[in-house]
């Protein structure tokens, strides 16, 4: 998937690399996937941004999610795809006849509680065949994503930033800069789910040891990410790389975490 063009399937444009490192955590989820494996995504959202790329090349990948909303909206943009549309599900896990050769679950924990979280992992391992692979993607709770998140929601700063001429300015000037880059042309959901939780690198590890998993590699995503981050530099090419490569280069501190764990 090169950043210079927009890659398509059939008429839908595939997301394209973004200072949260989408592209880098979609190469990382596929390079420890085989066309045989059956993969579910768990809380895909509308699918767009893993299920329909994954998809598009060539692994037998489906989607589940409880909002019936980001399910309907997915199921669009997968038929305009000319993928399935039933291969994304409001359904409950539990329900998805298993066993499974991978479980995803990318940017979905950090929005469970303590008693979700754990009832989660214990479907996943459960739906699980042995020595099945659970990939999961989390912010770092205390790395610079939830930085910008703070000053977002609890700063003069985010009132500020949300203002419409002010949105409209920066729209022109990254337009400019990028020549009209556009990272993705879907959402991702259409519910609003807070973060609950926060995870460091060390804790994310315990937590799936602790849940049955043995952790087999783990990475860090991208340095610096975040609604402001992203607003002004998404796009910029020399900067996402470098982003990429820092976050490679520090794991711990990284503003995302990728773990590989398989059930034991």
Request: overall charge positive; aromatic content about 10%; hydrophobic content about 50%.
């Given at each position: 998937m090169s950043h210079a063009s927009q890659a398509l399937a059939g008429g839908v444009p595939l997301p394209r690399e973004n200072v949260y490192g989408h592209v880098k955590r979609l190469r990382w989820i596929a390079d420890r996937l085989r066309p045989s494996d059956r993969v579910i995504e768990f809380g895909c959202g509308t699918g767009y941004m893993l299920t329909l790329p994954l998809r598009a090349w060539g692994y037998d990948v489906r989607g589940v999610d409880l909002d019936q909303g980001s399910i309907a909206r997915g199921r669009e943009i997968l038929e305009a795809a000319g993928q399935p549309p039933e291969a994304l599900q409001a359904i409950d896990l539990r329900d998805v006849e298993g066993p499974l050769d991978v479980v995803i679950a990318s940017e979905v924990l950090e929005h469970l509680d303590d008693s979700a979280l754990g009832e989660a992992l214990a479907l996943i391992r459960e739906r699980l065949r042995p020595g099945g692979l659970l990939l999961v993607t989390v912010p770092n709770g205390y790395g610079w994503f939830e930085l910008e998140a703070v000053l977002r929601d609890h700063t003069p700063l985010g009132w500020l930033f949300g203002l419409g001429p002010v949105q409209g300015l920066l729209h022109r000037l990254r337009s400019r800069t990028t020549r009209g880059y556009v990272d993705a042309a879907h959402p991702s959901t259409v519910a609003d789910s807070?973060?609950?939780?926060?995870?460091?690198?060390?804790?994310?590890?315990?937590?799936?040891?602790?849940?049955?998993?043995?952790?087999?590699?783990?990475?860090?995503?991208?340095?610096?990410?975040?609604?402001?981050?992203?607003?002004?530099?998404?796009?910029?090419?020399?900067?996402?790389?470098?982003?990429?490569?820092?976050?490679?280069?520090?794991?711990?501190?990284?503003?995302?975490?990728?773990?590989?764990?398989?059930?034991?």
């Open positions: 807070p973060h609950l939780r926060r995870f460091s690198l060390r804790s994310l590890r315990a937590t799936l040891e602790a849940a049955g998993f043995a952790v087999e590699s783990s990475s860090g995503s991208v340095m610096f990410c975040g609604p402001f981050t992203h607003a002004l530099l998404t796009g910029v090419e020399p900067f996402m790389r470098a982003n990429a490569r820092l976050g490679s280069r520090f794991p711990a501190l990284a503003a995302g975490f990728h773990v590989a764990a398989r059930r034991v």
